[in-house]
């Protein structure tokens, strides 16, 4: 207990001035990339996060497919909301999967004794969480388009949904290490993520559902400056706050 | 216990007064609306719920920012009452609005920006409660409320202007436009009166009840203080 503590005191920024030959701090950019490689590296040995979202994407996709009747009428107007809704739901799932597999081996707590900044944690997991969503979005989105006979690989939607999916986990990433040490836990993430992500997936749905119509991209200009103000925003707030949210 | 301070004492008989008042001036002394009729005398209650609602979203907020500044348990509770007493108020606000649209609107409810963002705002504030109830940690439970109060307070803005992309029919009685949108009018000077004398007796039942709160958030920690030291 006590060598964890003093351990824990080394890693705060406090001591950042020390000389290097006690205490090694590798650079912020390094240390991102080795806490991305190690989610990576685990995630494609067992691909059990990955298989688990895309497997819930596609089951999605069939409810809507049945709730919405979606024919060829109706599927010129819902297709972006049916994507979107797709991608958050398979998100949170991914989410709580890649957070709660830290908290329950103790892995956080092996994260939080590296002598690194506490936001190194945050961009690291915020980047694997986003690099999971992108590959399943990739998967989800040919399948989308050979299922419904409709383009959805245009370069403007593809930017789109990757502006709103980098929302998406930079807000998720600071929630989902809340909600994994309350005590509900998994259900707890989806209620506090929805209404705070509520702009990206509004203003994602908009942009690219006119750009799905075929509107010019000066008429969406408006959804997608907000995408990037709330990005950029919500991306300084955890990292400002990243250090209360795995405070011990 | 600390007995009752006196300027609370007053306050109570106070905001009792001017709600008595602010009743008696927005359902007889306001002047019956054009077109609308009689309905349209829940609108001076709804602009007062709403006002303090939001206030104390942004005291929550600020409140919040202080907590994680300085540590001091405090602001925590000032957070708490803050967003206790504004989500009451909030939800008094959503519904006295839906008995206005009813017939204005001639429909409860529309997913216009306003109402839409003042849904998604109060489901926040609900949010912001069921977290903290997860939390057995009082230290982890006041973090984490208030880092979910600056997420709510910077994202509802936000998720305003978006929804303002897809359509709006809400009134803007204050502003430039005032009679465009549908239900709108312009108020006459007596209307103002009470409309102004709503603001300020919301505002005094407002503080009122946060006093009140936060008295009850000390007491409260002093019960769990005094249940820890049972157990030991």
């Given at each position: 207990?006590?060598?964890?503590?003093?351990?824990?005191?080394?890693?705060?920024?406090?001591?950042?001035?020390r000389?290097?030959?006690?205490?090694?701090?590798?650079?912020?950019v390094?240390?991102?990339?080795?806490?991305?490689?190690?989610?990576?590296?685990?995630?494609?040995?067992?691909?059990?996060?990955?298989?688990?979202?895309?497997?819930?994407?596609?089951?999605?996709?069939?409810?809507?497919?049945?709730?919405?009747?979606?024919?060829?009428?109706?599927?010129q107007?819902?297709t972006?909301?049916?994507?979107?809704?797709?991608?958050?739901?398979?998100?949170?799932?991914?989410?709580?999967?890649?957070?709660?597999?830290?908290?329950?081996?103790?892995?956080?707590?092996?994260?939080?004794?590296?002598?690194?900044?506490?936001?190194?944690?945050?961009?690291?997991?915020?980047?694997?969480?986003?690099?999971?969503?992108?590959?399943?979005?990739?998967?989800?989105?040919?399948?989308?388009?050979?299922?419904?006979?409709?383009?959805?690989?245009?370069?403007?939607?593809?930017?789109?949904?990757?502006?709103?999916?980098?929302?998406?986990?930079?807000?998720?990433?600071?929630?989902?290490?809340?909600?994994?040490?309350?005590?509900?836990?998994?259900?707890?993430?989806?209620i506090?993520?929805?209404?705070?992500?509520?702009?990206?997936?509004?203003?994602?749905?908009?942009?690219?559902?006119?750009?799905?119509?075929?509107?010019?991209?000066?008429?969406?200009?408006?959804?997608?400056?907000?995408?990037?103000v709330?990005?950029?925003?919500?991306?300084?707030?955890?990292?400002?706050?990243?250090?209360?949210?795995?405070?011990? | 216990?600390q007995?009752?301070?006196?300027?609370?004492?007053?306050?109570d008989?106070?905001?009792?007064?001017?709600?008595?008042?602010?009743?008696?001036?927005?359902?007889?002394?306001?002047?019956?609306?054009?077109?609308?009729?009689?309905?349209q005398?829940?609108?001076?209650?709804?602009?007062g719920?709403?006002?303090?609602?939001?206030?104390?979203?942004?005291?929550?907020?600020?409140?919040?920012?202080?907590?994680?500044?300085?540590?001091?348990?405090?602001?925590?509770?000032?957070?708490?009452?803050?967003?206790?007493?504004?989500?009451v108020?909030?939800?008094?606000?959503?519904?006295?609005?839906?008995?206005?649209?009813?017939?204005?609107?001639?429909?409860?409810?529309?997913?216009?920006?306003?109402?839409?963002?003042?849904?998604?705002?109060?489901?926040?504030?609900?949010?912001?409660?069921?977290?903290?109830?997860?939390?057995?940690?009082?230290?982890?439970?006041?973090?984490?409320?208030?880092?979910?109060?600056?997420?709510?307070?910077?994202?509802?803005?936000?998720?305003?202007?978006?929804?303002?992309?897809?359509?709006?029919?809400?009134?803007?009685?204050?502003?430039s436009?005032?009679?465009?949108?549908?239900?709108?009018?312009s108020?006459?000077?007596?209307?103002?009166?009470?409309?102004?004398?709503?603001?300020?007796?919301?505002?005094?039942?407002?503080?009122?009840?946060?006093?009140?709160?936060?008295?009850?958030?000390?007491?409260?920690?002093?019960?769990?203080?005094?249940?820890?030291?049972?157990?030991?």
């Amino acid at each position: 207990m006590m060598d964890k503590k003093t351990a824990t005191i080394d890693s705060r920024p406090e001591t950042m001035n020390r000389p290097s030959s006690i205490v090694h701090r590798p650079s912020f950019v390094k240390a991102t990339l080795a806490i991305v490689q190690k989610d990576l590296s685990a995630e494609f040995r067992s691909f059990e996060l990955i298989s688990a979202m895309l497997v819930f994407s596609l089951l999605v996709i069939i409810i809507f497919n049945f709730a919405l009747e979606l024919d060829v009428k109706v599927r010129q107007s819902v297709t972006s909301g049916v994507l979107w809704a797709t991608f958050a739901f398979a998100g949170t799932l991914g989410l709580n999967r890649s957070m709660s597999v830290e908290k329950d081996r103790g892995c956080m707590d092996g994260l939080l004794l590296a002598p690194v900044d506490r936001s190194v944690i945050y961009f690291g997991k915020a980047i694997s969480n986003l690099i999971f969503m992108l590959i399943v979005e990739a998967i989800v989105l040919p399948v989308y388009s050979l299922l419904y006979n409709v383009n959805l690989f245009r370069l403007d939607l593809l930017g789109v949904i990757l502006l709103g999916s980098i929302g998406y986990a930079a807000v998720g990433t600071l929630l989902s290490t809340m909600s994994a040490q309350t005590r509900t836990r998994e259900v707890l993430l989806p209620i506090l993520l929805f209404p705070v992500a509520m702009p990206v997936l509004l203003a994602s749905v908009k942009a690219s559902g006119g750009l799905l119509a075929g509107v010019e991209l000066s008429e969406v200009l408006m959804p997608i400056n907000l995408l990037i103000v709330y990005d950029v925003i919500f991306i300084a707030i955890a990292f400002m706050v990243f250090d209360f949210v795995v405070e011990e | 216990m600390q007995p009752k301070p006196l300027i609370l004492k007053i306050l109570d008989v106070v905001s009792i007064i001017v709600l008595a008042v602010a009743a008696y001036l927005a359902l007889v002394f306001a002047p019956t609306e054009a077109v609308m009729g009689q309905v349209q005398r829940v609108f001076y209650f709804h602009i007062g719920t709403a006002w303090v609602g939001l206030l104390g979203f942004v005291i929550a907020a600020v409140a919040g920012i202080l907590y994680l500044v300085t540590k001091d348990v405090r602001w925590d509770r000032f957070e708490v009452a803050a967003v206790e007493v504004s989500t009451v108020f909030f939800f008094i606000t959503i519904v006295l609005g839906s008995i206005w649209a009813r017939p204005a609107w001639n429909t409860w409810w529309t997913w216009d920006p306003r109402l839409t963002t003042a849904a998604i705002t109060e489901l926040i504030y609900i949010d912001y409660f069921m977290l903290r109830q997860g939390i057995e940690d009082p230290e982890k439970r006041a973090r984490f409320g208030a880092v979910y109060t600056l997420l709510g307070g910077i994202s509802a803005p936000i998720t305003f202007m978006v929804i303002r992309l897809f359509r709006t029919i809400h009134p803007v009685v204050i502003g430039s436009q005032s009679a465009a949108a549908q239900g709108g009018f312009s108020m006459t000077s007596d209307m103002k009166v009470a409309f102004f004398f709503g603001l300020f007796a919301f505002t005094v039942i407002f503080i009122d009840l946060m006093w009140h709160r936060i008295r009850l958030g000390n007491l409260e920690d002093k019960v769990e203080q005094l249940k820890l030291k049972v157990s030991m």
